[in-house]
């Protein structure tokens, strides 16, 4: 090592400080990304940034200054990750191969079942949502009403026959 060590732009002093710490950031960044490939890449960017400014990074503070770029390439990269995911996410939920017609049929269906359901009577309308869209079984709609298991059966058999007639599901 050489005797300034204040100054890690010399080749001989990064080279310490890389062989110090690169096996430590690189176990660092696996334990946070889980991919040896990614850990890496970003130490080795981590070391690149460090050698870019080497003027402006003590001897004394290159190891916190390479964790902390680690860490926020890190950050980086998950933020990148999840924009990518959201935007696919958006982009395969408005997207759909169906004809404009189906499209058509499927919204006017789903306005008759909507309105299917506002017209049955409250006690019908409370059993068949949660049912069908809360997943509850006729015990635990039972237990939540404070009614019996027969009477859940009774309004949603009511409530299926009231949406079959007015959806139409038989025709």
Known sequence: MDNDLKNICKPKNFKFIFKTYAKDLKRFLYFKFNDLETAEDVMQDAFIKL???CD???FETAKSYLFTVGNNLFINIKKH???IR???Y???KNTTNESPEFLLIEKEFLTKIENAIADLSPK???VFLLSRIEKKKYREIAILLDISVKAVEKRMHGALLKMRKITDLNS
């Open 90 to 92: 958006r982009h395969t």
């Open 56 to 58: 402006r990074v003590s």
């Open 51 to 53: 050698w870019k400014n």
């Open 81 to 83: 990750e999840q924009v």
């Open 124 to 126: 019908q309308r409370e």
């Open 86 to 88: 959201k935007n696919k």
